[in-house]
């Protein structure tokens, strides 16, 4: 029934005030994991471990080795506004993640948990329990210092987002926070155990190992620093995925102001238009960026998640680090390195007889006279081809060489990923180990973006109902497995060179004509699929250099 106009205003009884507050601040499961995940970052701790089952729907525990908190704290714990994070007034300023004394009071409400503590200058641990809503536990235990938060049947009292509880997505955003919090705090070592298995871990050493324990050791590889760069007490540092590295997805790009993970939009918006000059359409770069900035320049008190942040500036921040990744990404054509010398030395030239001299360096008239429009790339006259391998071209950029392996490479990379998808009748079944089933639970989301259409149809066994254009249906299982440890992307490389022209293959003018023509359409014309050089240019400066002109 519908309340009437007449009905008389009333103040919420105190359990229901809380449960409505909390539903705005405990939304969803990735929820909990954030809130617990800065709890242990704040008590100082050096190991994590976070094990969900269900999506989280079940379960979500989180152990750290952090300070732990003290008999007469564990009263107050799971009242509102109770934390030990705010002295002074008003949230200017705060130096830990938490500063609401929200987030346990609010998982009372909508969870059962059990926090087992034990404080580091006490002798004996505490465990508080709260079920139902209420917190009805407290009794002494023993275990290490440190602290563990477990949380079971989430939203059980909350039938419609139970409904809506989606538990494989859930997964897949928990994994990816963990993962970006992993490379965040790369001095805290984690862990994440999912159902059947750990999916995540972490060293716990340095940035380096953090990048490659979660990134993999040869994508890892392949970032470029940026910064460190200071600009009026605002300081940036970081690292950007090279050139030939992108992703479909933006959750590679982690912001983290005074270790918050956040989002300052103005910094994303500065990410994408860098990354837009660089990558092919709807591509992401890897970035990971660490601000640093005086607290009271820090709104961290902008939105319910603490997802958002405002800072003092961050319009300049923002064009200065956008600057920064177009001179690391953006390096254009790469260039023959000035020490070497290209001159040839009397002692070098063998002894040539004339009947002896190469033709393979004559231009024919038919040649010189091929244009390439311009594209991504000069306009290209194209004069030749040396060694079977190169495209001699002149441009206004100077006389360029053009490998023509990697050139046709990149032809074919751009074309398998416009992500053109290809149904495999009948649906093959492929059976999986353990450990790959968890890892494509992982990557599900990834793959399904770049073209697989994949259904899990019992433990270990899937079906493939669909697969990206470019690759061999016959071998499924075989792709599918380097799908899920090296990503999409690094086959779709592989299959680029796979079907691409050799080196040392005589070309016809109109071949080359064609292939230059179809390059200087691709995105990134000027470093192929593995992030090498296609074109080197000569140009006037370093002729000049070379031959000693000046
Ligand atoms: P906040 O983090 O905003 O202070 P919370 O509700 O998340 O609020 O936590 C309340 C208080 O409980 C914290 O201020 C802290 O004192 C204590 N606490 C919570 N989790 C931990 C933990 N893992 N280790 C030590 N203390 C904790
Ligand atoms: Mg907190």
Same mark, same amino acid.
């Given at each position: 029934?519908?309340?009437?106009?007449?009905?008389?205003?009333?103040?919420?009884?105190?359990?229901?005030?809380?449960? !409505?507050?909390?539903?705005?601040?405990?939304?969803?499961? %990735?929820?909990?994991?954030?809130?617990? $995940?800065?709890?242990?970052?704040?008590?100082?701790?050096?190991?994590?471990?976070?094990?969900?089952?269900?999506?989280?729907?079940?379960?979500?525990?989180?152990?750290?080795?952090?300070?732990?908190?003290?008999?007469?704290?564990?009263?107050?714990?799971?009242?509102?506004?109770?934390?030990?994070?705010?002295?002074?007034?008003? @949230?200017? =300023?705060?130096?830990?993640?938490?500063?609401? /004394?929200?987030?346990? +009071?609010?998982?009372?409400?909508?969870?059962?948990?059990?926090?087992?503590?034990?404080? &580091?200058?006490? @002798?004996?641990?505490?465990?508080?329990?709260?079920?139902?809503?209420?917190?009805?536990?407290?009794?002494?235990?023993?275990?290490?210092?440190?602290?563990?938060?477990?949380?079971?049947?989430?939203?059980?009292?909350?039938?419609?987002?139970?409904?809506?509880?989606?538990?494989?997505?859930?997964?897949?955003?928990?994994?990816?926070?963990?993962?970006?919090?992993?490379?965040?705090?790369?001095?805290?070592?984690?862990?994440?155990?999912?159902?059947? /298995?750990?999916?995540? *871990?972490?060293?716990?050493?340095?940035? *380096?190992?953090? $990048?490659?324990?979660?990134?993999?050791?040869?994508?890892?590889?392949?970032?470029?620093?940026?910064?460190?760069?200071?600009?009026? /007490?605002?300081?940036?540092?970081?690292?950007?995925?090279?050139?030939?590295?992108?992703?479909?997805?933006?959750?590679?790009?982690?912001?983290?102001?005074?270790?918050?993970?956040?989002?300052?939009?103005?910094?994303?918006?500065?990410?994408?238009?860098?990354?837009?000059?660089?990558?092919?359409?709807?591509?992401?770069?890897?970035?990971?960026?660490?601000?640093?900035?005086?607290?009271?320049?820090?709104?961290?008190?902008?939105?319910?998640?603490? &997802?958002?942040?405002?800072?003092?500036?961050?319009?300049?921040?923002? *064009?200065?680090?956008?600057?920064?990744?177009?001179?690391?990404?953006?390096?254009?054509?790469?260039?023959?390195?000035?020490?070497?010398?290209? +001159? %040839? &030395?009397?002692?070098?030239?063998?002894?040539?007889?004339?009947?002896?001299?190469?033709?393979?360096? *004559?231009?024919?008239?038919?040649? =010189?006279? $091929?244009?390439?429009?311009?594209?991504?790339? @000069?306009? #290209?006259?194209? $004069?030749?081809?040396?060694?079977?391998?190169?495209?001699?071209?002149?441009?206004?950029?100077?006389?360029?060489?053009?490998?023509?392996?990697?050139?046709?490479?990149?032809? !074919?990379?751009?074309?398998?990923?416009?992500?053109?998808?290809?149904?495999?009748?009948?649906?093959?079944?492929?059976?999986?180990?353990?450990?790959?089933?968890?890892?494509?639970?992982?990557?599900?989301?990834?793959?399904?973006?770049?073209?697989?259409?994949?259904?899990?149809? =019992? @433990? /270990?066994?899937?079906?493939?109902?669909?697969?990206?254009?470019?690759?061999?249906?016959?071998? #499924?299982?075989?792709?599918?497995?380097?799908?899920?440890?090296?990503?999409?992307?690094?086959?779709?490389?592989?299959?680029?060179?796979?079907?691409?022209?050799?080196?040392?293959?005589?070309?016809?003018?109109?071949?080359?004509?064609?292939?230059?023509?179809?390059?200087?359409?691709?995105?990134?014309?000027?470093?192929?699929?593995?992030?090498?050089?296609?074109?080197?240019?000569?140009?006037?400066?370093?002729?000049?250099?070379?031959?000693?002109?000046?």
């Amino acid at each position: 029934m519908n309340a009437q106009a007449t009905d008389p205003i009333r103040i919420l009884p105190a359990q229901v005030a809380a449960r !409505i507050a909390a539903g705005e601040v405990i939304t969803r499961p %990735l929820a909990v994991v954030r809130e617990l $995940l800065d709890n242990a970052i704040d008590a100082g701790a050096s190991d994590i471990e976070v094990h969900i089952e269900h999506g989280g729907y079940r379960l979500i525990a989180v152990h750290d080795d952090g300070h732990g908190i003290s008999r007469t704290d564990a009263a107050l714990v799971g009242e509102r506004h109770a934390t030990s994070k705010l002295t002074g007034d008003e @949230p200017a =300023g705060v130096t830990t993640l938490g500063f609401r /004394g929200e987030a346990l +009071a609010s998982i009372i409400a909508v969870a059962d948990f059990d926090i087992r503590t034990r404080h &580091a200058g006490e @002798p004996v641990g505490t465990l508080i329990s709260a079920r139902a809503g209420c917190k009805d536990v407290l009794r002494p235990i023993s275990r290490n210092v440190g602290t563990s938060v477990e949380v079971r049947d989430l939203f059980a009292a909350y039938p419609v987002r139970r409904a809506a509880a989606d538990p494989a997505r859930e997964l897949g955003a928990i994994q990816r926070w963990v993962a970006r919090a992993a490379v965040v705090h790369t001095q805290v070592a984690f862990r994440l155990r999912v159902d059947r /298995g750990v999916t995540l *871990q972490t060293s716990g050493t340095d940035e *380096q190992a953090a $990048l490659a324990e979660v990134f993999g050791a040869e994508v890892a590889q392949r970032f470029l620093r940026i910064g460190p760069r200071e600009h009026s /007490g605002t300081a940036f540092v970081g690292w950007v995925g090279g050139p030939s590295l992108h992703r479909s997805r933006r959750d590679s790009i982690v912001v983290a102001v005074n270790g918050r993970l956040c989002d300052i939009p103005e910094i994303s918006r500065a990410i994408d238009s860098a990354a837009a000059e660089n990558f092919p359409r709807r591509r992401y770069p890897y970035v990971i960026l660490h601000i640093d900035a005086p607290a009271a320049w820090v709104d961290v008190n902008v939105h319910p998640a603490k &997802a958002e942040v405002a800072l003092l500036d961050s319009a300049t921040l923002a *064009q200065h680090i956008r600057q920064e990744l177009r001179r690391e990404l953006g390096r254009g054509l790469h260039e023959p390195t000035p020490a070497v010398r290209l +001159a %040839l &030395a009397d002692q070098d030239l063998p002894r040539y007889r004339l009947s002896e001299v190469p033709t393979e360096y *004559q231009s024919t008239p038919d040649w =010189g006279a $091929l244009i390439v429009l311009r594209g991504n790339l @000069p306009e #290209l006259r194209i $004069l030749g081809q040396l060694d079977e391998t190169l495209i001699v071209c002149a441009s206004e950029l100077g006389t360029l060489l053009i490998d023509q392996h990697r050139a046709h490479e990149r032809v !074919i990379y751009e074309a398998l990923l416009a992500r053109s998808t290809v149904a495999v009748q009948p649906a093959v079944h492929v059976t999986l180990t353990q450990r790959q089933d968890v890892l494509l639970q992982t990557r599900f989301d990834d793959l399904t973006e770049s073209g697989w259409s994949l259904r899990d149809t =019992g @433990p /270990g066994v899937w079906q493939v109902e669909a697969v990206p254009a470019g690759f061999d249906p016959e071998d #499924l299982s075989a792709v599918l497995d380097r799908a899920i440890i090296d990503g999409s992307e690094s086959i779709l490389a592989a299959a680029a060179c796979h079907a691409a022209i050799r080196k040392r293959r005589p070309l016809s003018p109109g071949v080359a004509h064609a292939l230059l023509g179809a390059l200087t359409n691709t995105a990134q014309p000027a470093t192929c699929p593995h992030g090498q050089p296609i074109v080197l240019r000569l140009d006037r400066q370093f002729l000049e250099r070379q031959f000693e002109w000046r």
